[in-house]
C-alpha cells in the first residue's frame, strides 16, 4: 500500500516556473515506477511524465518535453516535476501516482495508487 501527497500547485504567469513534490509513505518507494498526471476541465487525465523506479528511466509527454522534468528521491519517499516556461494550456489539476513497472509500451497505464492533485493555474 502505497499513499501519495502532492503539494506545490499555484496560480503563476506564463513564463514561470513551479516544482511538485510527491511524498508517499510506505518503506517500498523504491519499487514503484512514478508518473505525473494532469487534467484540464472537460478533459480526460493524460500523462505528463514518468519515471523509473530507480530514476534511470524518464518518459515525457510531446507537449512537456524540454520544460518539464520529473525526478525522484527514494531517500526522502519523494517524486518531483519541475515545471518551468509554463503555458496557459499547463492548467490543469496534477496527480502523481504509482505502479509496478516501468515499460514505455504501457507507460500510461496500470497505475495502483493515486495522490489526491495539486492545482496548477497559468494566466496569460
Known amino acids: 500500500q502505497v499513499q501519495l501527497v502532492e503539494s506545490g500547485g499555484g496560480l503563476v504567469q506564463a513564463g514561470d516556473s513551479l516544482r511538485l513534490s510527491c511524498a508517499a509513505s510506505g518503506r517500498t518507494f523504491s519499487t514503484y515506477a512514478m508518473g505525473w498526471f494532469h487534467q484540464a476541465p472537460g478533459k480526460e487525465r493524460e500523462l505528463v511524465a514518468a519515471i523509473s523506479e530507480s530514476g534511470t528511466m524518464t518518459y515525457y509527454a510531446d507537449s512537456v518535453k524540454g520544460r518539464f522534468t520529473i525526478s525522484r528521491d527514494n531517500a526522502k519517499n519523494t517524486v518531483y516535476l519541475q515545471m518551468n516556461s509554463l503555458k496557459p494550456e499547463d492548467t490543469a489539476v496534477y496527480y502523481c501516482?504509482?505502479?509496478?513497472?516501468?515499460?514505455?509500451?504501457?507507460?500510461?497505464?496500470?497505475?495502483?495508487?493515486w495522490g489526491q492533485g495539486t492545482q496548477v493555474t497559468v494566466s496569460s
Open positions: 501516482a504509482a505502479k509496478i513497472g516501468f515499460r514505455l509500451g504501457t507507460i500510461s497505464n496500470g497505475y495502483n495508487y
